[in-house]
T-cell receptor, first 112, second 115 residues
Framework: DSGVTQTPKHLITATGQRVTLRCSPRSGDLSVYWYQQSLDQGLQFLIQYYNGEERAKGNILERFSAQQFPDLHSELNLSSLELGDSALYFC???????????FGPGTRLTVL | AQSVAQPEDQVNVAEGNPLTVKCTYSVSGNPYLFWYVQYPNRGLQFLLKYITGDNLVKGSYGFEAEFNKSQTSFHLKKPSALVSDSALYFCAVSPNSGGYQKVTFGTGTKLQVIP
């Protein structure tokens, strides 16, 4: 158990819908990262937050947004969902930005 | 821009034989280097990291990695492979220069240990 929690574990929804994925980092970790993992795209970095502020952006679509709250938990919002958004979404946290990351178990999103 | 290359999509090795999973990187300045492992339907787990000091880094489950600055490589090794080592392995790099640094992951190498 890495100490990073993600909810929900599974999510099934329809195209065009909006979903919110939630992540609670390890106690004491200030940095949160979001990743998308699909069979054909591998592990894609989406976005990084440090103590509530956005610090780095990767291949995140405009339909996707995220934020880190004062209690350091983070949410990833995915809207206007498409079939291709079906993937595993991982959250990770670290004490410092660029340090060792601890990954959550992931949320498996299926868009039908 | 920083990058990581894992040149082999899959590595097959017989149980009991030594294994090597290759990683090369490109980053400005000195690197932080990491190896992570992912078992099926699980998140990535930290194996080991290089920050500074001894070029040979020892990590979890008997794995080790050697930092080679001249070849910009950080290959993962284990003297004797176990069937339970079969998993997906990711190399990652970030610049060791302070501040808010982005971590870049490789595309992953699937390790198959054959009984």
């Amino acid at each position: 158990d890495s100490g990073v929690t993600q909810t929900p574990k599974h999510l099934i929804t329809a195209t065009g819908q909006r979903v919110t994925l939630r992540c609670s980092p390890r106690s004491g970790d200030l940095s949160v990262y979001w990743y998308q993992q699909s069979l054909d795209q591998g592990l894609q970095f989406l976005i990084q937050y440090y103590n509530g502020e956005e610090r780095a952006k990767g291949n995140i679509l405009e339909r996707f947004s995220a934020q880190q709250f004062p209690d350091l938990h983070s949410e990833l919002n995915l809207s206007s969902l498409e079939l291709g958004d079906s993937a595993l979404y991982f959250c990770a946290s670290s004490v410092i930005a660029g340090g060792t990351q601890y990954f959550g178990p992931g949320t498996r999103l299926t868009v039908l | 821009a920083q990058s990581v290359a894992q040149p082999e999509d899959q590595v097959n090795v017989a149980e009991g034989n030594p294994l090597t999973v290759k990683c090369t990187y490109s980053v400005s300045g000195n690197p932080y280097l990491f190896w992570y492992v992912q078992y099926p339907n699980r998140g990535l787990q930290f194996l080991l990291k290089y920050i500074t000091g001894d070029n040979l880094v020892k990590g979890s489950y008997g794995f080790e990695a050697e930092f080679n600055k001249s070849q910009t490589s950080f290959h993962l090794k284990k003297p004797s492979a176990l069937v339970s080592d079969s998993a997906l392995y990711f190399c990652a790099v970030s610049p060791n220069s302070g501040g808010y640094q982005k971590v870049t992951f490789g595309t992953g190498t699937k390790l198959q240990v054959i009984p």
